[in-house]
């Protein structure tokens, strides 16, 4: 009734290839972003922007850089928060060394340079598979980590061996370090997000995204029907890794403020991967499902109790906690293993033919 | 030209100078890689009979652990600790098979693999609510390991090994003899290695799936107390035991996922090498700490030229 | 602005939706970010069971401070920044003063609370240049800093003239992390001043159980001491090896937080010898006798045994509180009020003055050392003591130590000039009166 499709007809190629082949799915975006544009900053607190919004949608962002490797072109990869790692130190190292340099180039630029690394951290997926990959990516993860701990150069010669964020401004609003009101760093995430999501949803539909499905499905077979392995696999971790790094550098500069190499471990890799794969493999709406539940849960848990007036010991709360969404990762895993993309997919299924199923 | 006196010329003037430090070098690269190569036997053994990359291993150790010191606290006498220790690892796989395998049956491996890691957050919040997150001292006299040390005076310096070291080390070798017969001329044995090269035809010959993935996962549990045991009697029993994990997966990249000889040969190797690289090469030249991407980057340049690992099965593909 | 009127608005909803820490009126609220769960717990929980045990004991025994009541809550971030965050954010809105914890929650807090106008109280952590007030206006590190540390054990190892260490070698056993760094700037030019050869050597997060490569490396440089800066399951890892190694205990000399009765039991015996600078003294104090009696007898604690009552961590964890508790006290008799604000409680802190007269009505006569705070002194730098494990337990074994100000000075000035530029527009003291 309400996803009724009939009467909206495809009398060419075009509108049936189009990007919103049934009107309610654009009804429901246009909806969506209503809701991230103009509901949620009226309704939020600074805890809401600091503790929900911003991470959910940077984390997102990861996610969907790593979906794109992984999702699409079917290398899995557990280096992530390595490659965010670098997208982070570029971006203080290009608005340290030139600071009169604009935010979102810095931004852009930074990207470049996870680009790269993750290119050079792909090379071998060329000639290794599956798990293979996925602990070979772990030696990327490892070295770049000691390597930010140890290259002082990065961090310009900080006695903690910190980067910290100055105050940037952007056509006169402060956006970075404390005195950005959240409410801008938000809006600038969310922008950033935005672009940066109907950028991989038009490069999954073209050309890219079919040879990266091809190689993922079979590479062999993809090889032999004339798909150039190289290209495909190189680009698919460049594009993955352009994404990763800004997301990185987002997290930086508009969300923590200051960070030490630490940040960048391997929890930071699983977190990502697992936003991912709840979310839905080779989806891209799945990555944001994904982080609402790995991110923004845990922290609304934390908050159960108080709301419930009951007294729980922090420590005990948090161990319930992990243990929650522990049980729920595999819960979900046992419910919809494709993620809950494909979830979501099943239920617009069945709300076209509702209510009459026959 | 200082720098390649000292990448290629100095290590070997100082292991010629001082051979007793080398071969102490030598142990303490022994005793780390056995006791790597013990946590990548519980891999391995669970990737061969279900494919299962299992993350939790790591957190296993350390609940294994935590159980047995818990137990003894609470009264129990070490020689009952240790079996009650095992039961609960039996209940763990018995847990594990039913809730968290049995309905993932057929999924992708990268599915089961994120499993593995529910179930480590799951017992990580599980054990810290037990038993609490305080550092523990492992019960290392009253299971009647030997703490003392011997000293040897080679070459005119001193080696010294410690019996706590040499107990791991003859604990290890013993486990894996007995899963080497127990995995070659058991019957169980046979069932899980054919389970390991095909489940289907495995099934279709009467061995029961469900049953042979608790042994293994009781077996991995065997593994994990052992493995416990000798790391919580090295620095104590504590959470941060788990990080230990992260240790076996290069010694999975060199030895291969499937092969047993392969995480023991693997786990020698890396243990060996990454110790003489930090001490020769990584302290002088990188500014020390060198082990925690030593080992990945190794098997990174083995996995070029050999893409399954020294001693994994040969991948052969077919479109 | 009206985008902004409705926002407030709209926040109040969301708060009382969400149930952001409800605080009564009549409380004051000092939140805590412990870390009672993960890979470092083993060192916060006696700790932080000491800082909840004293503001409990203040409670039970005198209705609180100045008649009001003190609601210390607890926010777990298991050592972890992102959870360290979400805790700030969530209780800053109430709180008179915040408690991160770990050196990395630090670093992300410290820019805001200028903003959010919250004093942070960071006893014994943090990093060293907070002690310039000129630029760290809402930071103290009271008592001592990690600087003011290392210039104390190389004090004590050198017989308290640092010339006696001309062409020695000093090991740094450290953490690979901001905090395992912290000391090395002061070393180096300390080494470079007196003639002492100085080698770093960093333990990985992730080799804390399993250093033989970093004692091997001890063992080839024969290093005449060795310092040790570690933190959790470092701790245990080291010393173990350090036994193993043979290496002579009494050379050995760790950071207060190096120096955990937990860690140390296991060894018993065999560390006899080992040494660990601290900033509180253990032993029989009568404010122990009244957590004793008003608050682990009545089964409010969360001690594992009554044995750990004597723990230099639990102690230490009490002293924390303590100067908390007589900051709140400094604010309260100024302004003339129970019911102080954050900008209040940062007049009673950088005021906050205790002497020998003070320390010994309260019960804690020679647990911690005397001193005092003021505008460009936010550590106080009152000294501590070295105590030496004698197979058993901790004891004190030398005087008070001091730090030499004059060398530790102008590296805080420098490196605190240093964040400022880094995080420009740094606000400084903004105006913030010095009385």
Same mark, same amino acid.
């Given at each position: 009734?309400?996803?009724?499709?009939?009467?909206?007809?495809?009398?060419?190629?075009?509108? !049936?290839?189009?990007?919103?082949?049934?009107?309610? !799915?654009?009804?429901?975006?246009?909806f969506?972003?209503a809701?991230?544009?103009?509901?949620?900053?009226?309704?939020?607190?600074?805890?809401?922007?600091?503790?929900?919004?911003?991470?959910?949608?940077?984390?997102?962002?990861?996610?969907?850089?790593?979906?794109?490797?992984?999702?699409?072109?079917?290398?899995?990869?557990?280096?992530?928060?390595?490659?965010?790692?670098?997208?982070?130190?570029?971006?203080?190292?290009?608005?340290?060394?030139?600071p009169?340099?604009?935010?979102?180039?810095?931004?852009?630029?930074?990207g470049?340079?996870?680009?790269?690394v993750?290119?050079?951290?792909?090379?071998?997926?060329?000639?290794?598979?599956?798990?293979?990959?996925?602990?070979?990516?772990?030696?990327?993860?490892?070295?770049?980590?000691?390597?930010?701990?140890?290259?002082?150069?990065?961090?310009?010669?900080?006695?903690?061996?910190?980067?910290?964020?100055?105050?940037?401004e952007?056509?006169?609003?402060?956006?970075?370090g404390?005195?950005?009101?959240?409410?801008?760093?938000?809006?600038?995430?969310?922008?950033?997000?935005?672009?940066?999501?109907?950028?991989?949803?038009?490069?999954?539909?073209?050309?890219?995204?079919?040879?990266?499905?091809?190689?993922? !499905?079979? !590479?062999?077979?993809?090889?032999?029907?004339?798909?150039?392995?190289?290209?495909?696999?190189?680009?698919?971790?460049?594009?993955?890794?352009?994404?990763?790094?800004?997301?990185?550098?987002l997290?930086?500069?508009?969300?923590?403020?200051a960070?030490?190499?630490?940040?960048?471990?391997?929890?930071l890799?699983?977190?990502?991967?697992?936003?991912?794969?709840?979310?839905?493999?080779?989806?891209?709406?799945?990555?944001?499902?994904?982080?609402l539940?790995?991110?923004?849960?845990?922290v609304?848990?934390n908050?159960?109790?108080?709301?419930?007036?009951?007294e729980?010991?922090?420590?005990t709360?948090e161990?319930?906690?992990?243990?929650?969404?522990?049980?729920?990762?595999?819960?979900?895993?046992?419910?919809?293993?494709?993620?809950?993309?494909?979830?979501?997919?099943?239920i617009?299924?069945?709300?076209?033919?509702?209510?009459?199923?026959? | 030209?200082?720098?390649?006196?000292?990448?290629f010329?100095?290590?070997?003037?100082?292991?010629?100078?001082?051979p007793?430090?080398?071969?102490q070098?030598?142990?303490?690269g022994?005793?780390?890689?056995?006791?790597?190569?013990?946590?990548?036997?519980?891999?391995?053994?669970?990737? *061969?009979?279900?494919?299962?990359?299992?993350?939790?291993?790591?957190?296993?150790?350390?609940?294994?652990?935590?159980?047995?010191?818990?137990?003894?606290?609470?009264?129990?006498?070490?020689?009952?600790?240790?079996?009650?220790?095992?039961?609960v690892?039996?209940?763990?796989?018995?847990?594990?098979?039913?809730?968290?395998?049995?309905?993932?049956?057929?999924?992708?491996?990268?599915?089961l693999?994120?499993?593995?890691?529910?179930?480590?957050m799951?017992?990580?919040?599980?054990?810290?609510?037990?038993?609490?997150?305080?550092?523990?001292?492992?019960?290392?006299?009253?299971?009647?390991?030997?703490?003392?040390?011997?000293?040897?005076?080679?070459?005119?310096?001193?080696?010294?090994?410690?019996?706590?070291?040499?107990?791991?080390?003859?604990?290890?070798?013993?486990?894996?003899?007995?899963?080497?017969?127990?995995l070659? *001329?058991?019957?169980?044995?046979?069932?899980i290695?054919?389970?390991?090269?095909?489940?289907?035809?495995?099934?279709?010959?009467g061995?029961?799936?469900?049953k042979?993935?608790?042994?293994?996962?009781?077996?991995?549990?065997?593994?994990?107390?052992?493995?416990?045991?000798?790391?919580?009697?090295?620095?104590?029993?504590?959470?941060?035991?788990?990080?230990?994990?992260? *240790?076996?997966?290069?010694?999975?990249?060199?030895?291969?996922?499937?092969?047993?000889?392969?995480?023991?040969?693997?786990?020698?190797?890396?243990?060996?090498?990454? *110790?003489?690289?930090?001490?020769?090469w990584?302290?002088?030249?990188?500014?020390?700490?060198?082990?925690t991407?030593?080992?990945?980057?190794?098997?990174?340049?083995?996995?070029?030229?050999?893409?399954?690992?020294?001693?994994?099965?040969?991948?052969i593909?077919?479109? | 602005?009206?985008?902004?009127?409705?926002n407030?608005?709209a926040a109040?909803v969301?708060?009382?939706?969400?149930?952001?820490?409800?605080?009564?009126?009549?409380?004051?609220?000092?939140?805590?970010?412990?870390?009672?769960?993960?890979?470092?717990?083993?060192?916060?929980?006696?700790?932080?069971?000491?800082?909840?045990?004293?503001?409990e004991?203040?409670?039970?025994?005198?209705?609180?401070?100045g008649?009001?009541?003190?609601?210390?809550?607890?926010?777990?971030?298991?050592?972890?920044?992102?959870?360290?965050?979400?805790?700030?954010?969530?209780?800053?809105?109430?709180a008179?003063?915040?408690q991160?914890w770990?050196?990395?929650?630090?670093?992300?807090?410290l820019?805001?609370?200028?903003?959010?106008r919250v004093?942070?109280?960071?006893?014994?952590?943090g990093?060293?240049?907070?002690?310039?007030?000129?630029?760290?206006?809402?930071?103290f590190?009271?008592?001592?800093?990690?600087?003011?540390?290392?210039?104390?054990?190389?004090q004590?190892?050198?017989?308290?003239?640092?010339?006696?260490?001309?062409?020695k070698?000093?090991?740094?056993?450290?953490?690979?992390?901001?905090?395992?760094?912290?000391?090395?700037?002061?070393?180096?030019k300390?080494a470079?001043?007196h003639?002492?050869?100085?080698?770093?050597?960093?333990?990985?997060?992730?080799?804390?159980?399993?250093?033989?490569?970093?004692?091997l490396?001890?063992?080839?440089?024969?290093?005449?001491?060795?310092?040790?800066?570690?933190?959790?399951?470092?701790?245990?890892?080291?010393?173990?090896?350090?036994?193993?190694?043979?290496y002579?205990?009494?050379?050995?000399v760790?950071?207060?937080?190096?120096?955990?009765?937990?860690?140390?039991r296991?060894?018993?015996?065999k560390?006899?010898?080992?040494?660990?600078?601290?900033?509180?003294?253990?032993?029989?104090?009568s404010?122990?006798?009244?957590?004793?009696?008003?608050?682990?007898?009545?089964?409010?604690?969360?001690?594992?045994?009554?044995?750990?009552?004597?723990?230099?961590?639990?102690?230490?964890?009490?002293?924390?509180?303590?100067?908390?508790?007589?900051?709140?006290?400094?604010?309260?008799?100024?302004?003339?009020?129970?019911?102080?604000?954050?900008?209040?409680m940062r007049?009673?802190?950088?005021?906050?003055?205790l002497?020998?007269?003070?320390?010994?009505?309260?019960?804690?006569?020679?647990?911690?050392?005397?001193?005092?705070m003021?505008?460009?002194?936010?550590?106080?730098h009152?000294?501590?003591?070295?105590?030496?494990?004698?197979g058993?337990?901790?004891?004190?074994v030398?005087?008070?130590?001091?730090?030499?100000?004059?060398?530790?000075?102008?590296?805080?000035?420098?490196?605190?000039?240093?964040?400022?530029?880094?995080?420009a527009?740094?606000?400084?003291r903004?105006?913030?009166?010095?009385?």
């Amino acid at each position: 009734m309400f996803y009724r499709v009939s009467g909206q007809f495809k009398t060419s190629y075009e509108s !049936d290839m189009a990007l919103f082949p049934v009107k309610q !799915d654009a009804i429901l975006l246009a909806f969506i972003l209503a809701l991230f544009y103009v509901a949620f900053p009226m309704m939020a607190s600074e805890f809401t922007y600091k503790a929900l919004l911003v991470p959910v949608l940077i984390y997102a962002l990861a996610a969907m850089g790593l979906n794109i490797l992984t999702g699409y072109a079917g290398q899995l990869s557990l280096g992530t928060a390595g490659f965010m790692g670098v997208g982070a130190y570029a971006c203080y190292k290009i608005t340290s060394i030139f600071p009169e340099v604009n935010i979102v180039v810095a931004l852009l630029l930074s990207g470049c340079f996870s680009a790269a690394v993750g290119v050079a951290f792909g090379l071998p997926s060329l000639r290794i598979k599956g798990f293979y990959l996925a602990i070979a990516t772990l030696a990327a993860q490892f070295f770049l980590v000691w390597l930010f701990e140890k290259w002082a150069w990065l961090y310009n010669f900080n006695a903690s061996g910190a980067i910290e964020v100055k105050g940037h401004e952007f056509f006169g609003l402060v956006i970075t370090g404390p005195n950005a009101a959240p409410i801008t760093q938000y809006y600038f995430v969310l922008v950033c997000v935005t672009v940066v999501s109907f950028a991989m949803i038009n490069i999954t539909r073209g050309r890219f995204g079919r040879v990266w499905k091809a190689v993922r !499905d079979m !590479d062999i077979a993809a090889e032999l029907v004339g798909i150039n392995l190289m290209r495909a696999k190189l680009s698919a971790f460049a594009v993955s890794s352009y994404v990763v790094g800004i997301a990185g550098a987002l997290l930086v500069f508009f969300w923590k403020g200051a960070a030490e190499p630490n940040l960048f471990d391997i929890p930071l890799s699983f977190k990502v991967l697992f936003i991912a794969i709840i979310g839905g493999l080779g989806s891209i709406i799945g990555n944001f499902l994904g982080a609402l539940l790995i991110v923004a849960l845990p922290v609304l848990l934390n908050l159960l109790p108080g709301v419930l007036g009951l007294e729980i010991n922090s420590a005990t709360l948090e161990h319930i906690n992990v243990m929650i969404v522990g049980a729920l990762i595999v819960f979900f895993l046992i419910v919809e293993p494709h993620g809950l993309a494909r979830l979501w997919a099943l239920i617009r299924e069945k709300l076209i033919i509702w209510p009459f199923p026959h | 030209m200082e720098t390649l006196y000292q990448i290629f010329a100095d290590p070997f003037v100082q292991i010629v100078s001082a051979p007793d430090f080398f071969l102490q070098v030598l142990w303490e690269g022994l005793v780390s890689g056995v006791l790597y190569a013990l946590i990548a036997l519980g891999f391995v053994l669970i990737f *061969k009979s279900s494919r299962i990359f299992n993350f939790a291993q790591g957190i296993m150790v350390v609940f294994a652990a935590l159980t047995l010191v818990g137990l003894h606290e609470n009264g129990v006498p070490a020689w009952l600790a240790v079996p009650l220790t095992l039961g609960v690892m039996y209940l763990l796989a018995l847990s594990v098979e039913r809730v968290v395998l049995r309905p993932l049956v057929g999924q992708p491996d990268i599915i089961l693999f994120m499993a593995s890691i529910g179930v480590t957050m799951f017992l990580i919040g599980f054990g810290e609510f037990v038993f609490g997150g305080e550092n523990k001292a492992m019960i290392t006299a009253e299971l009647g390991i030997p703490t003392g040390s011997i000293e040897f005076f080679p070459f005119g310096g001193f080696v010294l090994i410690e019996q706590k070291d040499l107990t791991a080390v003859i604990m290890a070798v013993l486990l894996v003899l007995c899963l080497l017969l127990f995995l070659n *001329k058991t019957a169980m044995g046979r069932a899980i290695r054919a389970l390991g090269d095909d489940h289907q035809a495995a099934l279709s010959v009467g061995i029961s799936l469900s049953k042979i993935w608790v042994l293994v996962w009781f077996i991995a549990g065997v593994i994990a107390l052992a493995t416990g045991i000798v790391w919580g009697a090295r620095a104590g029993v504590s959470f941060a035991l788990e990080v230990i994990a992260y *240790k076996a997966l290069p010694v999975l990249m060199l030895g291969g996922l499937e092969s047993v000889s392969g995480a023991i040969i693997g786990g020698i190797a890396i243990g060996l090498l990454e *110790k003489i690289f930090e001490i020769y090469w990584g302290q002088p030249l990188f500014g020390g700490n060198t082990e925690t991407w030593f080992a990945f980057i190794l098997a990174l340049i083995v996995l070029l030229f050999r893409p399954q690992g020294l001693f994994g099965e040969r991948i052969i593909e077919r479109v | 602005m009206a985008i902004k009127g409705m926002n407030c608005l709209a926040a109040g909803v969301v708060a009382l939706g969400l149930g952001i820490t409800a605080v009564q009126a009549d409380e004051l609220y000092t939140p805590n970010m412990t870390y009672r769960t993960g890979p470092f717990a083993a060192t916060g929980i006696p700790i932080m069971n000491g800082q909840r045990d004293y503001i409990e004991m203040l409670n039970a025994r005198d209705g609180g401070i100045g008649g009001i009541k003190i609601n210390f809550d607890e926010c777990e971030t298991s050592y972890n920044t992102n959870k360290g965050m979400e805790c700030y954010e969530k209780t800053k809105g109430n709180a008179i003063v915040t408690q991160p914890w770990s050196t990395g929650i630090t670093l992300q807090v410290l820019p805001r609370t200028n903003v959010d106008r919250v004093p942070i109280l960071a006893t014994g952590y943090g990093f060293s240049p907070m002690s310039d007030g000129d630029t760290f206006a809402w930071a103290f590190n009271p008592p001592v800093s990690y600087w003011d540390g290392a210039s104390m054990i190389l004090q004590y190892i050198s017989d308290g003239d640092l010339d006696n260490l001309k062409g020695k070698k000093i090991a740094l056993l450290h953490l690979d992390h901001p905090f395992g760094k912290e000391p090395i700037p002061l070393i180096e030019k300390l080494a470079d001043k007196h003639g002492f050869e100085f080698l770093p050597i960093p333990v990985g997060l992730k080799e804390m159980q399993n250093q033989s490569a970093q004692w091997l490396q001890i063992r080839r440089e024969r290093p005449d001491f060795v310092i040790m800066w570690g933190w959790g399951a470092m701790n245990a890892g080291a010393l173990t090896e350090a036994v193993k190694t043979r290496y002579p205990m009494d050379k050995l000399v760790g950071v207060w937080w190096s120096g955990s009765d937990d860690d140390l039991r296991p060894l018993g015996g065999k560390a006899k010898g080992y040494k660990s600078i601290s900033w509180n003294a253990p032993g029989k104090y009568s404010v122990i006798e009244d957590i004793r009696s008003h608050v682990v007898a009545k089964g409010n604690s969360m001690i594992g045994s009554e044995d750990d009552l004597n723990k230099v961590f639990y102690q230490r964890g009490v002293v924390m509180s303590m100067f908390m508790a007589e900051a709140i006290r400094t604010a309260q008799q100024k302004f003339k009020i129970a019911k102080i604000t954050p900008e209040q409680m940062r007049w009673g802190i950088e005021n906050l003055k205790l002497d020998g007269k003070r320390l010994e009505e309260l019960g804690m006569l020679g647990m911690v050392a005397p001193f005092s705070m003021s505008c460009d002194n936010h550590t106080g730098h009152g000294g501590a003591w070295m105590l030496e494990w004698n197979g058993e337990q901790f004891a004190k074994v030398s005087d008070l130590l001091m730090p030499d100000r004059s060398e530790i000075e102008p590296i805080e000035k420098e490196k605190a000039k240093e964040y400022a530029k880094n995080n420009a527009p740094w606000p400084g003291r903004d105006g913030l009166a010095c009385e």
